[in-house]
Structure formats: C-alpha cells, structure tokens
C-alpha cells in the first residue's frame, strides 16, 4: 500500500462529494439544529452548577446521531457506485493496490463523518466556556466519538463492496446501524418483559393512628420483568457504549450532572436484581444507594459493546477488500465491470 495512492483516493472521493451544493446545504441544517439543541440545553441545566458539562453532553450525542442518521447514505455507495458508475475499473488498473482503494475510501467516508464533529466545534466550545466539563470528559468522549464515526463508515464501506446494487448496500447499511440503535434497545425492553419472575418488597406496616411499627416488616409479592438478565443487550449500542467509557462527573449529592452519566446510570441499574425490595420508613439517614454507589458497584460494558462493533465493521470491510481484489475470479450476476 502506498500513502500517496491511499490520500488521492480519498481526495478524489471527497472532491466528488464537495462539488455537490446540497452537502453544504446538509452542513447548514446541522449548524442550525445544534444551535436550537444548544439554547434548549442550557435550558434545561441552568438550574444546576455544571450546565456545560451537561449542554457539551448533549451536543456530543447529537453530533453522534447526526452521523448514525446521514453516514450510512454516504458510506454505503462507495464503491459499488463507481462499479455502477464505470469509473472503479478504471482506478483498479492504476498502480494503486485494493488496499489503497479499500483505504482510501473508507478515510473520505471519515471525513465526511467527521465533518459533523468539526461545525459542532463552536458549540462544543461554548458548552465548555460554560463551565463543569471535565477534561477527561472531554478526551474520552470524543476518542470515542471519532471511534464511531470510523466503525460507522467501515460498515458503510463493507457493504457497498459486498453489495452489488448501491440502493441495497445503503438500505442494508441503514439497517445494520438502525440494529445497533434501535435494536439493542429493543431486544433488552422485549427480552426483560418476556422473562418474568416473582420479586418480594419489605415494608413497614403502620398502625390505626398511622404511626410506623418499627419491630415488624409487611412483605408484598408480584411479577417483575427480568431487566437484569438482558441487560447486556444494550452493550453493543454506540450511545451506551459512548455513555458508559467516558467517566462520570456527579454533583455533591452523588448524581450524575450529564447525560453521558444519566445513560451510563439507566444502564447500570439495569443490572440490579428487582426480586428483593426493601422500603424502611424506620431508617431516618435513608442509607439507600446513590447513583454513585450504584454505578461503582456494576459491571461497565463499553469494551464488550465495542468489541463487538469493531468484529462486524471489520469483518464487512474485510469482506468487501476480498470482493474489491483484481483480478476477479467471480462475480455477482449483473455487475457492471467497466
């Protein structure tokens, strides 16, 4: 492989890309939706002290949806639309290798991925001019923020090479991120309503004259979903996985102040076991667990969750160089060669 042919690829893809008006019509409306998520953010954490840390929160995970929901269209036709387009063959047989068309393009798909994160730049900016945020806040969640821009854009790129109609390798795109979303909290709200189990909640009773009789417990026993046994499905969604990497900051009272803590907190209290609740209306310090505490004592996820991404995006990429490689043994029915 060589840099050279690897960054004219990528450059020959981009140029393609910035010649087209409604790409810089679509960077526009990005702008204009986070500068309206912005004011609403700032309005809903004016009323705590670290209102930056949670509007930068939010912005981050807007820039992520925005990629999820616009990548795929740019990613999925890269190459069997210069198949379509008669103009793949006529790279092929430059001196530049698979690898370097194979690369190539997967960094133009990047840019145009990243190009998200940079017009969200001064939004970030002024979430952080407000105050609270971190700075490892602010490393981990973008390291994995440009993470996911790369496996989004890898599954793009994997399918158009393993896909022979562009219109097909984009919807199957769509649905491959969609599966990530969408799916994995699916399959956790329908698996942990499926499984159902018998939970028992302690409780002091009170008597006629409503004072709490301290030396008994009333016991209460009904179904609850089993949240805790498909908790892991979520694993795999790049907004838990997102979430559940970058530390937590939390206010005095052990909260979290973010929504990168909010969603790493749903998450993990996803694990706890609902089949013993305990209500003492005796216990005057109320010594419940925090979020803090809660957090502290689960299993963190991201790693497995971005394992698993990095397999599939690695394996459709990998797919796709094998199927791209010249000469061609066999193809699908129909494709355009030149």
């Avoid at 019509?25 to 939706?33: K, N, Q, S, T, Y």
């Avoid at 793009?156 to 562009?166: D, E, F």
């Avoid at 892991?232 to 803590?261: C, H, I, M, Q, R």
Wanted: a negative charge; proline letters at 4%.
């Amino acid at each position: 492989m060589s840099i050279s042919h690897i960054t004219t690829i990528a450059r020959l893809e981009l140029t393609q890309r910035l010649r087209s008006v409604g790409w810089y019509i679509l960077l526009g409306v990005f702008a204009v939706v986070l500068l309206g998520v912005t004011i609403l953010a700032y309005a809903v954490y004016s009323w705590n002290d670290f209102g930056g840390a949670g509007v930068y929160s939010i912005v981050v995970n807007m820039v992520l949806l925005l990629v999820v929901l616009v990548s795929p269209t740019l990613s999925g036709n890269t190459i069997n639309g210069d198949r379509d387009a008669a103009t793949l063959a006529a790279v092929q047989v430059t001196a530049a290798s698979t690898g370097d068309i194979m690369i190539g393009k997967l960094l133009a798909a990047v840019a145009t991925g990243g190009a998200f994160l940079v017009v969200a730049v001064p939004f970030l900016a002024v979430s952080l001019i407000g105050g609270g945020a971190d700075l490892s806040v602010l490393l981990v969640s973008l390291l994995v923020l440009i993470v996911e821009i790369v496996i989004v854009a890898a599954i793009g790129v994997g399918l158009s090479g393993l896909i022979a109609r562009p219109l097909f390798s984009v919807a199957t795109t769509y649905l491959v991120v969609a599966g990530l979303v969408i799916g994995t909290l699916i399959a956790f709200a329908l698996g942990g309503l499926a499984v159902r189990s018998e939970a028992t909640t302690y409780s002091r009773p009170y008597d006629s004259a409503g004072n709490v009789d301290c030396e008994n417990w009333e016991t209460y026993t009904y179904e609850v979903p089993r949240f805790d046994l498909v908790w892991w499905a979520l694993a795999a969604n790049p907004f838990v996985v997102l979430a559940d990497a970058t530390p937590t900051e939390f206010s005095k009272d052990g909260y979290p102040v973010d929504l990168f803590g909010q969603i790493k907190l749903g998450v993990r209290t996803a694990q706890l076991s609902p089949l013993e609740q305990r209500w003492d209306d005796c216990d005057i310090e109320g010594n419940y667990p925090t979020a803090r505490e809660t957090i502290d004592s689960t299993v963190p996820s991201w790693f497995v969750g971005l394992g698993v991404q990095v397999v599939l995006a690695g394996s459709l990429f990998a797919g796709a160089w094998a199927r791209t490689r010249t000469p061609a043994r066999r193809l699908p029915p129909g494709t355009r060669i030149a």
